[in-house]
């Protein structure tokens, strides 16, 4: 089984400023990472996601995200934030069971930008 | 390209009423199919995959059911909905093993 945690519920920020956006998970056998953006009563929206090598993953609208096997993290970060960017983000890890394989998601991150 | 579709938008429904919620992937063949239910203020929960016609893995015992009569489509249901299966609903497909899931615009469902 796998779960993943995101500890922080809400996130403000001024704009330009820049975020960082923290996810820890668990699991017993190797994982795929994702970050999915969810803009109100909107779908989610692939930021990006960790598949194999490079650990440093470039996503759209300047996000990045690091993958640290030994503190099973993988947060997400942008070096300066817009207005724009204010959504909900939710980290996610799917198994790599073959044909069977599912999406974990955390409870998610409120990110407020604010002038 | 991939496509996936998903209607309603919005649905508000009497408690005891049935559910039918339809979602179709385009462009692709044999995905997995996925159902989400993400609760006022909380995280996605899987309600039901599949990784084939025919065949559906629940997650959580619940009111609601899942059918996929088709390779491309994938069905929510429910006889009679509970004021708990209100929610935004969303159903997502996934390719090959290093594809991610690509979600649908979801649906809003209010059970009054």
């Known amino acids: 089984a796998q779960s993943v945690t995101q500890l922080d519920s809400q996130v403000p920020v001024f704009e330009e400023a820049p975020v960082e956006l923290r996810c820890n998970y668990s699991s017993s056998v190797s994982v795929y990472l994702f970050w999915y953006v969810q803009y109100p009563n909107q779908g989610l929206q692939l930021l990006l996601k960790y598949l194999s090598g490079s650990t440093l993953v470039k996503g759209i609208n300047g996000f990045e995200a690091e993958f640290n096997k030994s503190q099973t993290s993988f947060h997400l970060r942008k070096p300066s934030v817009h207005i724009s960017d204010t959504a909900e983000y939710f980290c996610a890890v799917s198994d790599l069971a073959g044909t069977a394989s599912k999406l974990t998601f955390g409870t998610g991150t409120r990110l407020q930008v604010t002038l | 390209s991939q496509t996936i579709h998903q209607w309603p938008a919005t649905l508000v429904q009497p408690v005891g009423s049935p559910l039918s919620l339809e979602c179709t992937v385009e462009g692709t063949s044999n995905p997995n199919l996925y159902w989400y239910r993400q609760a006022a203020g909380r995280g996605l929960q899987l309600l039901f995959y599949s990784v084939g016609i025919g065949q559906i893995s629940s997650e959580v015992p619940q009111n609601l059911s899942a059918s996929r009569p088709q390779d491309r489509q994938f069905i929510l249901s429910s006889k009679k909905l509970l004021l708990s299966d209100s929610g935004f609903y969303l159903c997502?497909?996934?390719?090959?093993?290093?594809?991610?899931?690509?979600f649908g615009s979801g649906t809003r469902l209010t059970v009054v």
């Open positions: 997502a497909w996934k390719g090959g093993p290093s594809s991610g899931y690509t």
